[in-house]
């Protein structure tokens, strides 16, 4: 009688062993924090300079500046894919030290929004009766977020880093002013010629 009893306690473990490896296959123990540099480059120049070539690539591509400074940048598009749909693309830049170099992270997020219609009814009056409520008038249409996602993608963030590369050198002569070239001085008038001082 016991060998049955053991069978099914075997059995039951079994299948709660897999029922929690199920369960343990989440997003949250999915993300490996393995050592790519997807998100993330070491470029020449301050970080100042570097976030400065990311907004100047953000800008180029028709993205909205939401924020600006020497340590991040925040941008946004927006895309319509179909008449009730609608994307928006954020990237979120941030720039540190490394040495005398800059270390850039990018992240970059798609959210999806549907158009939710939501009928507003009109009151009519019918006399004695009172007021009927009937659907019909204006629609008071709203976009909804319906999805949100981190792009993942190491050929979008490649692009990005290659653009960031192309307007790093003049972003680093607006961050440091002292490596912009110095301004030709004034010519003065050859000896011995008069200076037209304009009274005659």
């Known amino acids: ?60 591509q028709g993205y909205a500046i939401a924020r600006a400074d020497d340590a991040g940048v925040e941008g946004n598009k927006n895309f319509q894919t179909h008449d009730d749909n609608h994307e928006q693309l954020v990237l979120r830049i941030s720039c540190a030290p490394r040495g005398e170099q800059a270390l850039v992270f990018v992240s970059a997020v798609q959210d999806r929004y549907a158009l939710k219609k939501s009928p507003t ?24 977020r319906v999805a949100s996602s981190t792009v993942q993608d190491g050929e979008f963030y490649g692009r990005f880093f290659q653009r960031l590369q192309q307007y790093l050198p003049a972003a680093t002569q607006v961050a440091d002013p002292a490596l912009e070239p110095a301004a030709a001085p004034a010519a003065s008038p050859p000896h011995g010629d008069p200076v037209d001082s304009g009274l005659h």
């Open 1 to 60: 009688m016991r060998f049955p009893t053991l069978l099914a306690a075997s059995m039951m473990m079994a299948m709660l062993s897999a029922c929690g490896g199920r369960a343990a296959d989440s997003t949250l123990l999915r993300e490996s924090f393995d050592s790519g540099d997807m998100y993330s480059r070491t470029v020449d120049g301050t970080p100042a300079a570097a976030c400065e070539a990311a907004r100047r690539t953000l800008l180029s």
């Open 121 to 144: 009814s009109a009151s009519v009056g019918v006399g004695a009766i009172g007021s009927v409520s009937l659907p019909f008038g204006s629609n008071d249409d709203s976009l909804v």
